[in-house]
């Protein structure tokens, strides 16, 4: 079955850029979305088809594509950025995946 | 602005069937132009896709659970349900529902009911 690949772990200092990588195969053939999840709370989308911010997200959360590899990144990072951040995207049958999820610390 | 909310039993005995309805605010289920999900979050782990549904009632599963699934709309009551039977406890988990927005050639989630944890127990 088809695999998105995160890195179990970022952190990072207030005020620096995290970055977090989300590798698959058929990223170049699909956009990739992200969402941000607060303990005990629901999955909240940050970024859709690729790059695109939805209305109500911070300017410093942006998103890039790179052959097999998207990155999220977030600019001057806020204690409040801290959560997990799921990639989602489709396999070549239509079926939805998610990757494994990166849990960003804020030191 | 379209809400969602998850209900049903938190609780469900191994090899029964797990049934939970999502109830739409906000907006229609019949004025088309999204499709609905089920997603579920096992404890401390990530995010598994179940399958869909469009307000005509045509349906798409994960096809790593297409043989326990069945995903319903109500949309006298703005509704759709999700069924999973002979669960075990690997069906333990938060199960979320979320409009599914579909574009030619991109598909996100946006937004999520808040969660209703099911637990698998005897």
């Known amino acids: 079955s088809y695999e998105l690949t995160q890195p179990p772990s970022v952190s990072v200092s207030p005020g620096q850029t995290a970055r977090i990588t989300c590798s698959g195969d058929?990223?170049?053939?699909?956009?990739a979305y992200w969402y941000q999840q607060k303990p005990g709370q629901a999955p909240v989308l940050v970024i859709y088809k690729d790059s695109e911010r939805p209305s109500g997200i911070p300017e410093r959360f942006s998103g890039s594509s790179s052959g097999t590899t998207v990155t999220l990144t977030i600019s001057g990072v806020q204690a409040e950025d801290e959560a997990d951040y799921y990639c989602q995207s489709a396999d070549s049958s239509g079926t939805e995946v998610f990757g494994g999820g990166t849990k960003l610390t804020v030191l | 602005q379209v809400q969602l909310q998850e209900s049903g039993p938190g609780l469900v005995k191994p090899s029964q069937t797990l049934s939970l309805t999502c109830t739409v605010s906000g907006g229609s289920i019949s004025s088309g132009g999204y499709y609905w999900s089920w997603i579920r979050q096992h404890p401390g782990k990530g995010l598994e896709w179940i399958g869909y549904i469009y307000y005509s009632g045509s349906t798409y599963y994960n096809p790593s659970l297409k043989s326990r699934v069945t995903i319903s709309v109500d949309t006298s009551k703005n509704q759709f349900s999700l069924k999973l039977s002979s669960v075990t406890a690997a069906d333990t988990a938060v199960y979320y529902c979320?409009?599914?927005?579909?574009?030619?050639?991109?598909?996100?989630?946006?937004?999520w009911g808040q969660g209703t944890l099911v637990t698998v127990s005897s």
């Open positions: 979320a409009r599914d927005v579909k574009i030619v050639g991109a598909n996100w989630f946006d937004p």
């Open positions: 058929a990223l170049p053939k699909q956009y």
